[in-house]
Each structure stands twice: as C-alpha cells, then as structure tokens.
C-alpha cells in the first residue's frame, strides 16, 4: 500500500524516528539523505516523521489512536512524553519551511531543529520566551 500510495515505508520513518530519540544526528541524516534520494520529497518526509512520532507518543500515554483499541501495541520510542512532545513541536514549527523550500537541506534543518529540541530543551526555553514577550506587550498596552 506505501509503495502504491508512494508513501515511505514506515520501517524506514521509524528508523528515523528512533535515531532522533536516540540523539544520533548522523544517523537521521543517513536515513533521511537515502528517502531523499529514493524520491521521497523533504514536506512529505517530515508529514510522515510527524505521524510516527504521533503514534509513539499515544503508545506512550496509553491512548487508543484512530479507531485502534488502547491496549493494542503500537510504535515506542525511548523518550519521555515531554520530550516527544518537544520532538513534535519542534517539526511541526519547522513544516512552515517546507513552502519556501522543499529540499535536502530544508529537510536536514528540521532535523537538527528537533535534534537540539531534544538535547538543548528548547521548546521549554522557547515557551519561556513567549511568555515573557507577552508579558512585555500586556505592559506597552
């Protein structure tokens, strides 16, 4: 059904997916460099990751997804629900990019993004900085 629907192959995202968790930059970037090269387009890529991560992260919290039953195993990764959050976010923000550009190297940023999401904590720092924008606004107006 992937190849018909010309989709990647979930193997290959989970892949992926598991060498983000796992911090291996490298690695992601071997993964993502070949579905590159097979023809899969970088906005597609990351669509696909995000669904993954999606499905771990109900994995994680025990929740049913799309009409499956809750206790049916589904994809796992090694990281804590924060941080898959952090991973979500992290590529979410970074699908904006894919409309200026839709290459390797849009795809790579968006990894590293993610990447440093992970090891730097920087969906809390950036949740910190907003808030603190807001706050600066509330105080002009």
């Keep these: 059904a992937e190849r018909a629907l010309g989709l990647p192959p979930q193997a ?13 930059l490298a690695g992601a970037f071997e993964v993502a460099g070949a579905l590159y090269q097979d023809g899969f387009a970088p906005s597609s890529l990351i669509e696909r990751l995000l669904l993954t ?3 771990a992260l109900y994995t994680a919290l025990g929740a049913a997804q799309d009409g499956a039953r809750a206790d049916d195993a589904g994809f ?3 990281l804590s629900e924060p941080d898959l959050l952090r991973l979500v976010h992290a590529l979410d923000d970074e ?10 190297f849009a795809l790579e940023v968006a990894l590293i993004k ?12 950036l949740a910190a900085e907003r ?7 509330a105080q002009i107006t």
Excluded: W
Excluded at 12 to 24: F, Q
Excluded at 131 to 137: D, N, S
């Design 76 to 78: 796992r990764l090694e």
């Design 53 to 55: 991560l999606r499905e």
């Design 12 to 24: 290959r995202m989970e892949a992926l997916a598991s060498a983000l968790a796992r911090a291996d």
């Design 131 to 137: 808030a603190a924008e807001r706050a600066m606004v």
């Design 95 to 104: 699908t904006a990019r894919f409309g200026k550009r839709d290459d390797l």
């Design 114 to 125: 993610a990447h440093n999401a992970l090891e730097l904590n920087l969906a809390t720092d």
